[in-house]
């Protein structure tokens, strides 16, 4: 494979002579005497250089300093060599990635960027490198040089960029079988938290006349780090940049400020390919001649015992794309566009966007696969598009489904131009929200009349997106602490659907029946629950536990249905009886008296917060400090999003609300933002928790923006290699 020639010959390549090494260090020393680093009181990096290329450098240089192992864990993943270092479990991770991420073709659009990308990738490049040199302490558990063709792997900052098409688990195993799937570990992806939030408020809904922007993804925590960028070559943005790139994902610059929330547009294809065999040779069919199926050789190396071993795999290809699997009996190939050049391109020239109509430029490269787009500006002006690159298929295609790869009929037309994708520039409600729902209701329901093919917009509506409505409609004169209030709401609305029904449940089933008594006084407390989860109310806990297992039974539900969380809800009841709602929520407290003799357990009492220190994946312990958290999950219609794994009778937060900020575009940038706990890794700083109790109560740090407030709060002003 041409990944495998191409590490050895980096490796030959590193063995340069001593002269050439001192070389290279004095280039990359003076490279960092033209970049300074001013950390602030929160330990928040702002990194201004001479030109863009140095505030890379300095960016990396500063990722590195937080977190080198977030670094070089998202290329050990790209480049799909994670069992090497983790064991055979991965080997199923590693093969899909080196499927769906072709190294040789990042290589070459290395190569052929402009000069002025190569020399962003190539300060990637040296700033980890001499992150490195200036810390021998330092580790890798894997990559001990980074190429400058790196980040071309890695082109979109969404949090599962990857783009699969519908495979499914068993179509990979029918084609890889049980030596590559058994093993196959989930862990990480399992993390991904349901949904983000975006909110975009204009000047006639603002007490200040500005135009206002809500940043909140849902991500692993700690997936993303909070940056500011700054070079005499016009660069000055702000926000949250993912670990081992070098570009703001989702925040802000002094002229706009964009928020990307996950799409389910269908913007990738599976084809089933007729192959046929002759010999040693494969062919498939397509549009009535036989064609050569691509093969090519995949070596898996992986850890066990304190080995490296090796797996030879055999992997073919179409012009569609890899195959991927076997579904009743057909190969089954994915066309996406999970990595390119202009992707790439596309992430870097939105961050230097002054208004809106350059911004529509940058989306006009349509190389984002896999999120939609909230935008505000300093002008006044408001806009949402509903994903980015979504292919044009013939109207008769359903591309839910595989499409037949015997056929050019089945070919994508072309790429939807910007203005033909389902966008709202500027509504007349004065507000746009997306949270993972349908772009029709972005300002209310039915904001868009204008018919599109269904594929364009699979979503639903969910119970976050209706609250957003309501709290957004009501408020006439917004401030920027009320926008993160109602960003930060611990409002639940399932319990508007899920919590009457109970009820009455009750009063009809309960009411003279004895057999319930022991729930008489729970219910006492849900009459009167305000619905809001809290650290102290003791019906949160109930309820939500409820609620948890009421909607996690295992009913089958219509595939139409999967993407409306409100629809998918009415379906679940619908199919529960009465008797089931009741006797869950017995079950419920007989297990809660069970583990604590009494079923009064506050809310914050088993739903925590304990920071985690530098390990990739959290590791708990009830013996650490730990903080009560109110928050609930995204699934429950909570627009700050809190999702937990259980340890020793605990639950622990691991993903929704990470990097979140508020912004107003007035005459000068007024912002707030909060960080997953603190800015470090390591519990003996006091930026390791300084954010803890923010981050949970919803109380947002001041943004130093300018640089006579970032002076003014600077903690420590160095150059990289000089701390």
């Not at 039974?553 to 219509?558: G, L």
């Not at 739903?607 to 985690?612: K, V």
């Amino acid at each position: 494979m041409r990944l495998l020639i191409y590490f050895a010959l980096s490796i030959c390549l590193g063995c340069s002579s001593s002269s050439q090494n001192e070389n290279e260090i004095d280039s990359l020393k003076r490279q960092a005497e033209q970049v300074t680093i001013i950390r602030d009181d929160w330990g928040v990096p702002h990194i201004y250089g001479k030109t863009d290329a140095d505030a890379v450098f300095g960016l990396m240089y500063a990722q590195c300093e937080e977190s080198f192992e977030r670094v070089e864990r998202n290329y050990i993943e790209k480049l799909g060599r994670v069992s090497e270092v983790e064991g055979e479990n991965y080997l199923l991770q590693d093969l899909e990635m080196q499927l769906l991420y072709d190294t040789a073709a990042a290589i070459e659009d290395y190569k052929k960027s402009p000069q002025w990308l190569q020399a962003l990738l190539r300060a990637f490049s040296n700033g980890i490198h001499y992150y490195l040199y200036k810390h021998p302490e330092v580790k890798p558990s894997l990559l001990t040089k980074f190429e400058p063709w790196y980040p071309l792997l890695f082109t979109d900052g969404a949090y599962i960029a990857t783009q699969t098409g519908g495979l499914q688990s068993t179509d990979i195993k029918t084609l890889f079988g049980e030596e590559i799937t058994k093993h196959t570990n989930t862990a990480e992806r399992q993390l991904a938290a349901v949904g983000s939030n975006g909110f975009a408020i204009s000047p006639s809904r603002t007490a200040d006349k500005s135009t206002m922007l809500y940043i909140n993804p849902h991500v692993s925590f700690y997936f993303r780090t909070e940056v500011h960028m700054i070079s005499e070559e016009g660069l000055n943005t702000y926000g949250a940049v993912t670990w081992g790139q070098f570009f703001v994902f989702q925040g802000f610059n002094e002229n706009c400020g964009w928020m990307h929330t996950s799409s389910a547009v269908d913007a990738s294809d599976l084809y089933e390919e007729k192959v046929v065999k002759k010999n040693e040779n494969v062919f498939y069919e397509y549009d009535g001649s036989l064609r050569p199926v691509t093969k090519k050789l995949v070596t898996l190396f992986y850890s066990k015992e304190g080995e490296r071993k090796n797996k030879l795999l055999t992997t073919y290809a179409t012009h569609h794309g890899p195959i991927v699997g076997i579904r009743n009996g057909r190969w089954l190939s994915l066309k996406a566009n999970n990595r390119s050049l202009p992707g790439l391109l596309q992430s870097w020239q939105r961050t230097k966007a002054k208004n809106l109509q350059e911004f529509i430029k940058v989306l006009e490269m349509r190389s984002n696969p896999s999120t939609n787009t909230i935008y505000a500006d300093n002008k006044g002006n408001i806009a949402y598009w509903h994903g980015n690159f979504i292919p044009v298929r013939d109207s008769s295609i359903d591309p839910a489904y595989p499409l037949d790869g015997t056929t050019s009929k089945t070919e994508w037309k072309d790429i939807f131009s910007v203005n033909n994708l389902i966008h709202v520039i500027n509504p007349p409600q004065g507000f746009i929200q997306n949270c993972n729902s349908t772009p029709f209701s972005v300002s209310g329901l039915n904001t868009i009349n204008k018919k599109y093919v269904p594929y364009l917009a699979p979503e639903g509506d969910n119970f976050r997106s209706l609250y957003a409505i309501q709290q957004l409609s009501q408020h006439k004169k917004l401030t920027l602490d009320q926008l993160i209030d109602i960003g930060y709401s611990h409002y639940l609305p399932v319990f508007d659907t899920l919590l009457p029904l109970l009820v009455n449940d009750f009063n009809v089933l309960a009411k003279d029946n004895q057999q319930y008594d022991e729930l008489r006084e729970v219910f006492d407390s849900l009459r009167t629950w305000n619905k809001y989860s809290s650290v102290s109310s003791v019906t949160s806990t109930v309820a939500i536990f409820w609620a948890y297992s009421i909607l996690s039974q295992k009913i089958s539900v219509p595939n139409e249905i999967i993407n409306d969380q409100i629809k998918f809800v009415s379906w679940i009841v619908r199919n529960t009886t009465s008797f089931i709602r009741l006797q869950t929520l017995s079950d419920i407290i007989k297990e809660l008296q069970k583990a604590f003799n009494t079923w009064k357990i506050p809310w914050g009492d088993l739903n925590r917060f304990q920071r985690t220190s530098g390990s990739w994946q959290p590791q708990f312990d009830k013996t650490r400090e730990d903080f009560p958290v109110g928050l609930a999950s995204a699934a429950l219609g909570s627009l700050p999003s809190y999702e937990t794994v259980w340890h020793q009778g605990k639950q622990y937060g691991v993903a929704g609300n990470s990097f979140v900020a508020a912004v107003s575009f007035g005459p000068k940038i007024t912002a707030k933002s909060i960080s997953t706990g603190g800015k470090s890794f390591s519990p003996s700083s006091k930026h390791f928790t300084d954010q803890a109790q923010r981050f949970i109560d919803g109380k947002l740090k001041d943004v130093y923006f300018y640089k006579e407030d970032v002076t003014k709060h600077a903690e420590k002003i160095y150059h990289p290699g000089d701390e």
